[in-house]
C-alpha cells in the first residue's frame, strides 16, 4: 500500500515534466495570431481538384506564385503570377493582379502555421514552408 502512495505522486510528477519538453516550442515564435502578423513568408497549399503549388507573401504587400498555385490568375491568356495584397476589417485577404483581376478571399482561421481562407465555397488551406 505505501508503494501506491509514493508510486502516484512520483507518476504524476514525471508525466507533469514529460508533458512540459522545453523543446516543444510550436507557436513560440507566432506572437498574436492574426492574419497582418502572420501571412508574410512562402505557403504551400493543399491542391484542389489536382490544382496547388506554392504562394509567397512578402512584407511589402506584394507576392508571387507558381504558375501551377492555385494563387495564379488567367485573362485571354494573359497569365499572373504576381500580384499585390491587402487585409481589409481583418477577415479579408484582396488580391489585385497586373492582368486586371481582383480576387477576395475570406480568411476563416489563422494558426502560425496554417492559413484557412473561402473563396467562393472553396476551402483553401495553406501551410507554412521550411
Same mark, same amino acid.
Given at each position: 500500500?505505501?508503494? /501506491? %502512495?509514493? /508510486? ?6 514525471? *508525466?507533469?515534466?514529460?508533458?512540459? #519538453? %522545453? +523543446? &516543444? &516550442?510550436?507557436?513560440? &515564435? ?14 504551400? =497549399?493543399? $491542391?484542389?481538384?489536382?490544382?496547388? +503549388?506554392?504562394?509567397?507573401f512578402n512584407? +511589402?504587400?506584394?507576392?508571387?506564385c507558381? =504558375? =501551377?498555385? @492555385?494563387f495564379?490568375?488567367? *485573362? #485571354?491568356? !494573359?497569365?499572373? !503570377?504576381? /500580384? ?5 476589417? &481583418?477577415?479579408?485577404? =484582396? *488580391?489585385?493582379? $497586373? #492582368? ?12 502560425? !502555421?496554417d492559413?484557412? @481562407? +473561402?473563396?467562393?465555397? /472553396?476551402?483553401?488551406? @495553406? %501551410?507554412? %514552408?521550411?
Amino acid at each position: 500500500m505505501q508503494f /501506491f %502512495k509514493l /508510486f502516484l505522486p512520483l507518476s504524476i510528477l514525471v *508525466l507533469t515534466l514529460i508533458a512540459c #519538453n %522545453k +523543446d &516543444d &516550442d510550436s507557436g513560440s &515564435d507566432c506572437g498574436p495570431e492574426t492574419i497582418e502578423t502572420t501571412i508574410v513568408g512562402t505557403w504551400t =497549399e493543399t $491542391p484542389i481538384f489536382g490544382i496547388g +503549388d506554392e504562394v509567397t507573401f512578402n512584407g +511589402d504587400m506584394s507576392g508571387s506564385c507558381t =504558375e =501551377e498555385s @492555385l494563387f495564379s490568375t488567367e *485573362l #485571354n491568356g !494573359n497569365v499572373a !503570377n504576381t /500580384f499585390t495584397w491587402a487585409i481589409q476589417a &481583418d477577415t479579408l485577404l =484582396e *488580391l489585385d493582379y $497586373p #492582368n486586371g483581376i481582383g480576387v477576395t478571399y475570406t480568411v476563416k482561421s489563422v494558426a502560425c !502555421n496554417d492559413l484557412t @481562407l +473561402d473563396w467562393g465555397g /472553396f476551402t483553401v488551406k @495553406l %501551410k507554412r %514552408k521550411g
